[in-house]
């Protein structure tokens, strides 16, 4: 008798354990929960504080030589401040970008000038764009749609279909997404131009945590990052994040001025 009850608790068990991923999947198409989700990403991601990192960034195109990069890039997420610096190689050492109330900017020491760039703009000419290094803001920018589960190699994926919300300005207005069920880390990404057709792909094979004194918790960052152009099929970039460093920065780095003194 015993026997039979253990046998048929361990059917009920068994019963509830496979049919808790479908309950979780028929959760994910309620708006709500599909906003939570983005909410999240967003937060795993955010300081709250300042952050500065050194990045190397490895540019593949068609028939040209490889070139390596080096930037450190400063953030400043409670007010939404953005500055790339480019520091390797010579010729591009003192060129950068800089992100203030929504606009993004490029400087060039060369000439002296600041031009205002555009959300689809390419970071140093490589395929990364402004998105992959700032705050992430899918919430702010996005409304999801939920496509159900997949299997990306060993890892089992949420599929979101992410949409422009009206007025926002962002590279590209579809995103497909693919975050991991077990760790919510972002293992893929694809992002589709008005017409449909697919720009650009991404990986994020690599994340890694850093405790944040300002929030008082971990914050996660891709430590790797893989994109493939999706129309010039010979061009890549690959972004590896060296250093992590979420200590307060200089009030004033956020300036022209202070991104101009970098290269005299």
Do not use: C
């Amino acid at each position: 008798m015993t026997m039979t009850l253990r046998n048929l608790f361990g059917a009920v068990l068994a019963a509830v354990l496979l049919a808790a991923p479908a309950a979780r999947a028929a959760d994910m198409k309620d708006p709500a929960e599909l906003k939570k989700l983005l909410e999240t990403l967003d937060d795993r991601q955010r300081n709250g504080g300042d952050y500065k990192s050194l990045m190397y960034i490895e540019q593949k195109e068609k028939d040209k030589t490889d070139v390596v990069r080096e930037a450190v890039v400063y953030r400043r997420d409670a007010k939404d401040q953005l500055m790339i610096l480019m520091t390797k190689p010579k010729g591009e050492a003192g060129k950068g970008y800089l992100r203030l109330e929504k606009n993004l900017w490029s400087y060039d020491p060369n000439t002296g000038k600041w031009e205002r760039r555009t959300e689809r703009e390419r970071i140093a000419g490589t395929d990364s764009r402004r998105a992959d290094f700032d705050e992430s803001r899918l919430a702010e920018e996005f409304d999801a749609a939920f496509e159900g589960e997949e299997k990306l190699g060993k890892f089992t994926a949420w599929k979101l279909v992410l949409t422009a919300k009206q007025g926002v300005d962002v590279a590209y207005p579809v995103v497909h997404l693919w975050v991991d069920k077990e760790t919510s880390n972002i293992l893929k990404r694809q992002e589709f131009a008005l017409s449909k057709r697919l720009m650009r792909t991404a990986y994020f094979p690599k994340w890694m945590k850093v405790f944040s004194e300002s929030k008082k918790a971990d914050v996660w960052f891709p430590q790797e990052m893989r994109f493939y152009d999706e129309v010039e099929k010979a061009n890549s970039t690959v972004i590896v994040v060296k250093n992590v460093d979420l200590k307060a920065l200089e009030e004033n780095i956020f300036t022209k001025a202070w991104l101009e003194s970098k290269s005299r």
